[in-house]
Nanobody, 115 residues
Framework: QVQFVASGGGLVQPGGSLRLSCQAS????????MAWYRQAPGNQRDIVAT???????TYLPSVNNRFTVFRDDVSNTLNLQMIRLKPEDTAVYYC?????????WGQGTQVTVSS
């Protein structure tokens, strides 16, 4: 069964850094276009960053040059390195396949940026 388990979130001060990881199972991870998403209270879930099977990446404009998405197809892990964090980055972060709306989201990992 398809499963994505995100971890690495926490409380960090503005300007700080975090690295998120997402362990995928139940899929041939290397075959899929993957993404990090986030959802803040009262907001819709947005795509933050994507990475295709060739390693090509795209980013939400507000995180460009601060976030870096990368993948490890051996360990089936999707990662998100976040630097210069801002309070508006506060959200629950999830990972998943792009365009697979029926996949389970999992619990995500909470990122809180606050002084």
């Amino acid at each position: 069964q398809v499963q994505f388990v995100a971890s690495g979130g926490g409380l960090v001060q503005p300007g700080g850094s975090l690295r998120l990881s997402c362990q995928a199972s139940g899929i041939s991870f290397y075959r899929y276009y993957m993404a990090w998403y986030r959802q803040a209270p009262g907001n819709q879930r947005d795509i933050v960053a994507t990475i295709n099977t060739n390693g090509r990446t795209t980013y939400l404009p507000s995180v460009n040059n601060r976030f870096t998405v990368f993948r490890d197809d051996v360990s089936n892990t999707l990662n998100l390195q976040m630097i210069r964090l801002k309070p508006e980055d506060t959200a629950v972060y999830y990972c998943g396949r792009v365009d697979y709306q029926d996949d389970p989201w999992g619990q995500g990992t909470q990122v809180t940026v606050s002084s």
